[in-house]
């Protein structure tokens, strides 16, 4: 009995695993670098996606989110990027006066302390301490200092969570930026989590948010040359038919118009959807690549 039904799940197993594998071998196969007029027009298709979406863009209060638009329009000068950050000062004129001011060219604030997080997410107090240079918050949030660890998303509470690392970096660049001077060892962290996240887009194929924020974070932290162009290709074929993309991609369609695909959370079942979280994400990407193939 125990044979009768092992063959099948062998054979099951067997077939998923080569699946997994060709797909490791397309997600990591040799191409040339994309054609300069293909990264435009995905870019051009990504900013109709915001212009057609602006009221429910400008109510989304990320300040990380805003901050990846800015940042974008710095690199690519695109006036219509600029009125739309500009409209969003507008909505939300606090976002300048807070912990997140130094995000837009605020001074920050390095007298704050843990009271000023409570209640965020273990990255956002990260990031916080980091950008305001506020030695206060690790010392009275320890998770907050653990994060300045390079093994810190290894740990079993953070070692199933996506984007763990890609936060993490964030934040130790951000240490970086601010040359606050809390890590003597900067470079070897930014090292070893670069390395982390290139082993993450070698054997992760799901390109969903978080596939995004994996060539992001080796972008903005200068290790650009470990990207692989078919993973901006990836990238650029997941991109929606409106000109944004989402946390899910599609596999194999169901009866009932969603289908069974990949997520963040692996395995579900969904419908394939912009965000702005993961939009934000490839139109700074975008603007990165075609302002470098720009300059030379």
Same mark, same amino acid.
């Given at each position: 009995?125990?044979?009768?039904?092992?063959? /099948?799940?062998?054979?099951?197993?067997?077939?998923?695993?080569?699946?997994?594998?060709?797909?490791?071998?397309?997600?990591?196969?040799?191409?040339?670098?994309?054609?300069?007029?293909?990264?435009?027009?995905? @870019?051009?298709?990504?900013?109709?996606?915001?212009? !057609?979406?602006?009221?429910? &863009?400008?109510?989304?209060?990320? %300040?990380?989110?805003?901050?990846?638009?800015?940042?974008?329009?710095?690199?690519?000068?695109?006036?219509?990027?600029?009125?739309?950050?500009?409209?969003?000062?507008?909505?939300? +004129?606090? &976002?300048?006066?807070?912990?997140?001011? /130094?995000? #837009?060219?605020?001074?920050?604030? /390095?007298?704050?302390?843990?009271?000023?997080?409570?209640?965020? /997410?273990?990255?956002?107090?990260?990031?916080?301490?980091?950008?305001?240079?506020?030695?206060?918050?690790? +010392?009275?949030? %320890?998770?907050?200092?653990?994060?300045?660890?390079?093994?810190?998303?290894?740990?079993? $509470?953070? &070692?199933?969570?996506?984007?763990?690392?890609?936060? +993490?970096?964030?934040?130790?660049? #951000?240490?970086?930026?601010?040359?606050?001077?809390?890590? %003597?060892?900067?470079?070897?962290?930014?090292?070893?989590?670069?390395? @982390? =996240?290139? *082993?993450?887009?070698?054997?992760?194929?799901?390109?969903?948010?978080? @596939?995004? +924020?994996? =060539?992001?974070?080796?972008?903005?932290?200068?290790?650009?040359?470990?990207?692989?162009?078919?993973?901006?290709? *990836?990238?650029?074929?997941?991109?929606?038919?409106?000109?944004?993309?989402?946390?899910?991609? !599609?596999?194999?369609?169901? %009866?009932?118009?969603?289908?069974?695909?990949? !997520?963040? *959370?692996?395995?579900?079942?969904?419908?394939?959807? $912009?965000?702005?979280?993961? $939009?934000?994400?490839?139109?700074?990407?975008?603007?990165?690549?075609?302002?470098?193939?720009?300059?030379?």
């Amino acid at each position: 009995m125990i044979k009768f039904v092992m063959g /099948p799940v062998v054979v099951l197993l067997a077939g998923l695993l080569s699946l997994y594998m060709v797909g490791v071998y397309n997600n990591n196969r040799d191409m040339e670098p994309q054609e300069q007029v293909a990264l435009t027009e995905s @870019y051009e298709r990504s900013i109709a996606w915001l212009q !057609s979406n602006r009221q429910k &863009v400008l109510a989304n209060n990320n %300040p990380m989110l805003w901050w990846m638009l800015g940042e974008s329009q710095q690199l690519n000068g695109d006036p219509r990027l600029k009125e739309l950050v500009n409209a969003y000062f507008n909505q939300h +004129q606090r &976002v300048r006066r807070g912990v997140w001011g /130094p995000l #837009f060219g605020v001074s920050g604030n /390095p007298y704050l302390d843990e009271y000023n997080v409570q209640g965020l /997410p273990y990255y956002n107090q990260h990031f916080i301490y980091a950008l305001n240079c506020a030695q206060g918050i690790a +010392q009275g949030v %320890p998770l907050v200092a653990q994060q300045n660890q390079s093994g810190f998303c290894l740990q079993s $509470s953070y &070692v199933y969570r996506p984007a763990c690392i890609t936060h +993490q970096l964030m934040g130790i660049n #951000f240490l970086h930026q601010q040359a606050c001077g809390f890590l %003597p060892e900067i470079d070897e962290v930014t090292a070893t989590l670069q390395n @982390y =996240i290139v *082993r993450q887009l070698t054997w992760d194929i799901r390109v969903v948010d978080v @596939y995004l +924020q994996r =060539i992001l974070m080796l972008l903005i932290t200068g290790a650009e040359a470990h990207i692989k162009s078919i993973w901006i290709q *990836r990238m650029l074929g997941q991109q929606q038919a409106d000109g944004g993309w989402g946390d899910f991609q !599609s596999l194999i369609a169901l %009866p009932d118009g969603r289908s069974l695909g990949f !997520s963040s *959370r692996i395995i579900s079942i969904g419908k394939e959807k $912009s965000s702005l979280h993961a $939009s934000a994400q490839g139109i700074y990407i975008l603007s990165h690549l075609i302002s470098r193939n720009a300059s030379g």
